[in-house]
Each structure stands twice: as structure tokens, then as C-alpha cells.
Nanobody, 128 residues
Framework: QVQLVESGGASVQAGGSLRLSCAASGFTFSTYCMGWFRQAPGKEREGVARIYIGSRNIAYADSVKGRFTVSPDNANNTLYLQMDSLKPEDSAVYFC?????????????????????WGPGTQVTVSS
């Protein structure tokens, strides 16, 4: 079955960097849409970035554009999120999510689409 496991979360100072990993298994990596999301305490979950693995078509939320970079490692079925110039407002639990390009009535790869598979999350804390 599909499994996603995030790792790499940590506590860092503002301006620092982290690289999150999402180890994926149970599906053909290149045919899926995958996303990174985050949720801070008391806030709604928000999309950070998404990628259609097959075409490497990538989109970022405005709040992280130019600071975060998504990259897939197809050989190891792992999705990375490189986070640079971290700010305290980036503090959150970060989740990776996956969906077949077509799932149910929806076809496409957007941050707002339904994602049926989620990892348990990894905590990122950025102190000022």
C-alpha cells in the first residue's frame, strides 16, 4: 500500500536551512502528483509546494517562493524540500502528500486538489 514518511524536521535559527525528505513506497513515483503542506498551531493547513513527478512541473506558494525548492529522487522514490532563509513564520508540522494524477473525479496536479495519501508529518521550528 502507499506509504509516505517524512523526516528532517528540526529546530533552527532564523536564516538557517533544512532539508526535509519524504520517503514514498507502494506506488509508481513518476505517475503521481505530490505536495508539501504545513500546519502551524491554531492555523489551517496550507500548501507549500507541489510537483507532478513525471513532468517535474512545480509550483510554490507565494510565501516560500525563492526560498524553498522541491526536488524528486526518482531512483530512490524520495521527494525533498530544501528550505533556505527560514523565518519564524515557517514553523509548523510539515506533511507530504500524494495522489495519482487522476483520482476519483479529479485529474490534475494542484495544491488544492484532493490528496488521498499523507505522511505523519515532521516538526520544523524556527527561532528568531
Amino acid at each position: 500500500q502507499v506509504q509516505l514518511v517524512e523526516s528532517g524536521g528540526a529546530s533552527v535559527q532564523a536564516g538557517g536551512s533544512l532539508r526535509l525528505s519524504c520517503a514514498a513506497s507502494g506506488f509508481t513515483f513518476s505517475t503521481y502528483c505530490m505536495g508539501w503542506f504545513r500546519q502551524a498551531p491554531g492555523k489551517e493547513r496550507e500548501g507549500v509546494a507541489r510537483i507532478y513527478i513525471g513532468s517535474r512541473n512545480i509550483a510554490y506558494a507565494d510565501s516560500v517562493k525563492g526560498r524553498f525548492t522541491v526536488s524528486p529522487d526518482n531512483a530512490n522514490n524520495t521527494l525533498y524540500l530544501q528550505m533556505d532563509s527560514l523565518k519564524p513564520e515557517d514553523s509548523a508540522v510539515y506533511f507530504c502528500a500524494a495522489s495519482p494524477y487522476c483520482h476519483g473525479d479529479f485529474c490534475g496536479c494542484t495544491m488544492g486538489r484532493p490528496y488521498p495519501y499523507w505522511g505523519p508529518g515532521t516538526q520544523v521550528t524556527v527561532s528568531s
